[in-house]
């Protein structure tokens, strides 16, 4: 057992459809050897899942809310230490520029899409950092990809005016913090630490 990883006993039980064959598939994942391997084999496995009928995510998934994109933790591992966020994305919600606080991360669009876009660190003063974006994407439904440290910079926005979209995110840990980077002047970004509470 990982010694970090915490116990399932801590999160609240959230049963769905198909949880057994989705947490079979990413333990076979993460057991691949390094982080190269293991976000390769859970892109890999997002892709595989995001269209199986059998695996149906909580129906808490698909209720966003006001504000702000909801973050609902469906599954933590006791054994492997790995977390999975199902995010909720209302019409136009979105995130800053922001980083994972060194965790390797994969993410799919389990429904409707979203403009990612990456961002390069060019250089740092202090609390400012100097960031270029490096192109974009609008991800549809069973696209997946991967970031991992120090390539971990970028923002998410849901395009669409009037449809929601999810996503599903598995951390190498429990992501309860992150540095959100506020636009400045130019290039410059202001960073300001972000609690990521976990919505019900």
Known sequence: MNANALPDITLPD??????????ALLDAAVSRGDEHQVTAALRN????????????????????I???YARREIYRSAEHG??????TWGPGQGTPVHDHCGLWCVEGV???????????????DGERFRFRGTGGMIAGPGSAGSLIPPHEYHAIRNSSSDQIAISVHIYKGPMETCAMFVPVDGEWFARVEKALPVDL
């Open 14 to 23: 959230i049963s769905f459809p198909g949880r057994a064959k989705l947490v």
């Open 45 to 64: 496995a997002l892709s595989s899942i995001i269209p199986d009928s059998e695996i149906q995510l909580p129906d808490c998934v698909s209720e966003p």
């Open 66 to 68: 006001e504000g702000h």
């Open 82 to 87: 790995y977390s999975v966020v199902a995010m």
């Open 110 to 124: 389990w429904q409707g899409g979203l403009d990612i876009t990456q961002y390069e660190l060019l250089e740092r």
